[in-house]
Every structure is written in C-alpha cells, then in structure tokens.
C-alpha cells in the first residue's frame, strides 16, 4: 500500500542552521507530493507541493525536490528560525486517490 | 481571507453526551474531509464528502457521522463520545479529490 516514512524528531537546531528533514514514499500510482507545518494548538499549513517528477516547491524558504528514482521529497532550509518550531507532515496523494497519506511527522524546534 | 473556519476551538464534552463540531468554508470547493488527530500523531482521515456524496472510511467507527447540508458547511456528530474520541478534529477542503487539502485551525475535543 501507499505510505510515507518521515526521519524520526525531534530535531533540534541553532537559528541559522541548515534543515533536512527526509521524507521518502510508497506508492503504487503516480503520487502527489506535500509538506504540511502544524504549529503548536494549530491545524495543518499547507507549505509545499510537487506534483510530478523533478519539480521542485518552494515556499517560506523551504524547498523540496521530487525525486522519483530515489521516492524521496526531502524538506530543506538554508536558515531556520525560532518561528519554524513546529511540526513538519509529508503527506501524499495517488492520482485518483482522496485522502492524504500522512507520515508520522517531525517534530522541529531550532534555539536563540 | 478565504479560509476553512472551525467552531468552537476548544469543546467540553462527557461521556456518552452527543457532540456536534463545525466547519464551514469560503472556498467554494467542492470536497470537504473530517480527520481525527491523536497526540502526537499524523492526522487520520474519517470520512469526506464529494459534494453531497459521503464517503466513509472503513475504519471509521458507526459513533461518528457527518452531514453536509450546502456547499459551506459540513459537521461532525460524535453520537456517544468515549474517553478515546478526545483529539483534535481537522477539517480540510480540495478542490477536486486528489488536488492539496485546505485546513481549519481544528477543534480540540476533551471528554470529561
């Protein structure tokens, strides 16, 4: 079946460090690609999509690249800061699919 | 903004007391979902409507149910909420079925 596995949390960073957080996929079609942020009591933000082979989404500075030979939508940031403490969801769709297959979540926190 | 707006935030219920949450939207889409999410857990998916057509996720428990009465608005009723229903409850929306889903801030359930 379809899954997404996300690296485990919580990670902790300085301000202006450099963020990776992987995210690798199963799917038996052609999925779509996100990343969902969910800040602290809050729902989930939609942050970044990839909907098909090597395209890349970019938003807030964050980025991630759809790699199909590898099943991979790694998230990244050149500098955190104190404001992206939050929890980070990599979530697919499958062509005619409906509902968002979560991963676990990453669980950020980056300090003064 | 247009947004998915979720009412009342915070809701007390207690045991077996019937429980209605709320979710309405400016976005005109045409699919709204109800997900359930445990501490520290990925959002789970209940069930989602395609216009006026529900759709019930096989793992969903017969103690929920949903209406949709128009476009706007959808609901969730918890018949005889149990000490395991308390999470938070997102609702979402898309556009079309496989398109990026659009949350509302939740509604955190406490069952006393």
């Known amino acids: 079946g379809d899954s997404v596995t996300q690296m485990e949390g919580p990670v902790t960073l300085s301000e202006e460090a450099f963020l990776t957080i992987n995210c690798t996929y199963t799917a038996t079609g052609y999925p779509s690609l996100f990343w969902y942020v969910q800040y602290p009591g809050e729902g989930l933000q939609l942050l970044l999509k990839a909907t098909k082979a090597d395209d890349k989404g970019s938003n807030k500075g964050f980025e991630a690249t759809y790699r199909k030979e590898t099943t991979s939508f790694h998230l990244e940031k050149g500098s955190v800061q104190v404001s992206d403490s939050a929890v980070y969801f990599c979530a697919l769709i499958v062509n005619s699919g409906y509902a968002l297959n979560f991963g676990k979540g990453t669980s950020l926190l980056v300090t003064p | 903004d247009a947004m998915v707006i979720q009412n009342p935030r915070y809701q007390v219920t207690q045991f077996g007391k019937p429980v209605t949450l709320s979710c309405s939207q400016t976005?005109?889409?045409?699919?709204m979902y109800w997900y359930q999410q445990k501490s520290s857990q990925a959002p789970k998916l209940l069930f989602h409507?395609?216009?006026?057509?529900?759709?019930n996720e096989a793992d969903t428990p017969d103690n929920f149910q949903s209406r949709r009465p128009n476009t706007s608005f959808c609901f969730l009723d918890i018949r005889s909420p149990g000490l395991g229903d308390a999470a938070m409850y997102l609702c979402?929306?898309?556009?079309?079925?496989?398109?990026?889903?659009?949350f509302g801030p939740g509604t955190r359930l406490t069952v006393t």
């Open positions: 976005l005109n889409h045409n699919v």
């Open positions: 409507y395609y216009d006026k057509d529900f759709n």
């Open positions: 979402a929306t898309s556009e079309r079925v496989e398109g990026e889903q659009y």
